[in-house]
């Protein structure tokens, strides 16, 4: 349970508590206070009915996925946006609670048993996968970690793509950060998240966007080795990211989207001095993304145009790879930036950290992050997303072949 004042009811009762499974319980010294309070808990936002119901995955048992999943769940603010389903083991979250400080307050559920198959009366729920056995206290990649980890994301996936209806549907899921290196331990082609997401979901086109209170980032590339970049970029693969990260700047409110798209050369190639990608490529997508109606602009040197994003002249930087995106972004809004997959049918965020293998169960971990992922999660799934896809599916267990890949490029895993 949690504790909270509450200004606005103060004056009617000395003591509300937040008891989320069981409701709003409340010490009263009348009906009248108690009819005011219930008005009072309706006008508050996310505390009625219509929240969504978001699913975590829990990460690689070995990193800080159960510790950030505990923590974020412990802000009342976290509980009231959504209805919290988590898939991952019962018992690292218990020790997680255990040495966070934190009381063991949720609903645990078999993640195989039939009450979970029906709806579930509560506001957060583990879907117990079980005790990951063979751990040994391990904080390294491991098979182990990844063959859980795979397990936790592919059944947050499969309920978010169930049918309307379906008690065991979500409207959302989060995910707490895995090792790729665990995933390639234990068989799995997948280069990470994103690449997983979009090809169960069948997705046509997507892209790895990022968003942080003053900086929005989306990319062209992902998770390729930095020498296939030139071979790798297409004017389709500069124009989705621009148009589907305009898309998502009109989904968190903004009116008209002004879009900054970067060079792939130093001084974005200097009118061809240092590589002609800017004008065969990238200009090409940029004119193509103005046709459309979307203000874009670019190819702007790398090394400047981050800058006045963070100044307000633009709200989306499209990078052309990883790392020129991501060190700015992380720079500047490590504890705060957001992963979030456009172009799927599933709203996807993701905390913007790794594992953290070094610090794991030591209750160090910050859950800032986390807690932002989920915050954004229960704010997409709520509102009318331009951002998403048509649903599909995708059943293949391991991923696909190498090079059949035709979305993001070969595999390197």
Not at 40 to 60: E, K
Not at 104 to 111: E, S
Not at 154 to 175: F, H, K, L, S, W
Request: proline share 6%; with cysteine.
């Amino acid at each position: 349970m949690f504790g909270e004042s509450l200004d606005a009811a103060e004056a009617e009762a000395e003591v509300l508590v937040f008891a989320p499974a069981e409701g709003l319980l409340y010490c009263a010294e009348s009906v009248e206070t108690t009819i005011n309070l219930h008005i009072y808990f309706a006008s508050i936002p996310h505390m009625n009915m219509d929240r969504p119901t978001v699913a975590i995955s829990l990460g690689d048992p070995c990193g800080i996925g159960a510790e950030v999943t505990v923590k974020a769940l412990h802000d009342p603010i976290v509980r009231r946006a959504a209805k919290w389903v988590v898939h991952g083991s019962n018992h690292l979250m218990h020790i997680a609670a255990e040495r966070s400080g934190i009381p063991v307050n949720w609903l645990r559920v078999a993640v195989e048993s039939e009450r979970a198959q029906h709806e579930i009366d509560a506001d957060y729920v583990v879907l117990d996968h079980g005790q990951v056995l063979g751990l040994f206290d391990g904080r390294e990649p491991s098979k182990v970690g990844g063959l859980a980890s795979k397990a936790y994301v592919e059944a947050a996936i499969a309920d978010a793509m169930r049918a309307q209806g379906d008690p065991r549907r979500v409207d959302a899921v989060v995910t707490a950060p895995i090792s790729k290196e665990s995933w390639s331990l234990a068989g799995y082609r997948w280069p990470g998240h994103t690449e997983l997401f979009a090809f169960r979901t069948r997705a046509r086109r997507h892209c790895m966007a990022f968003s942080a209170p003053k900086l929005r980032v989306a990319l062209a590339t992902t998770h390729v080795p930095l020498m296939t970049i030139r071979d790798l970029l297409t004017i389709g693969r500069v124009f989705d990211p621009i148009d589907l990260g305009n898309r998502f700047c009109k989904d968190m409110g903004v009116a008209s989207p002004r879009i900054a798209v970067c060079g792939l050369n130093p001084h974005a190639g200097e009118h061809g001095l240092f590589g002609d990608e800017e004008e065969r490529i990238i200009r090409p997508a940029i004119d193509m993304a103005c046709s459309a109606g979307i203000d874009a602009s670019g190819p702007w040197a790398a090394d400047t145009i981050f800058r006045d994003a963070l100044n307000g002249r633009y709200d989306l930087v499209v990078a052309m790879y990883h790392d020129q995106g991501l060190i700015p972004l992380k720079m500047v809004a490590f504890e705060s930036a957001v992963n979030v997959t456009l172009g799927i049918s599933i709203v996807r965020t993701s905390p913007d950290h790794g594992t953290a293998f070094g610090i794991a169960g030591e209750g160090k971990a910050d859950p800032s992050a986390m807690r932002e992922a989920m915050l954004l999660a229960a704010k997409l799934a709520r509102a009318p997303r331009s951002s998403g896809a048509t649903r599909s599916s995708g059943n293949h267990p391991d991923g696909p072949a190498r090079g059949e890949w035709s979305s993001s490029g070969p595999w390197t895993g």
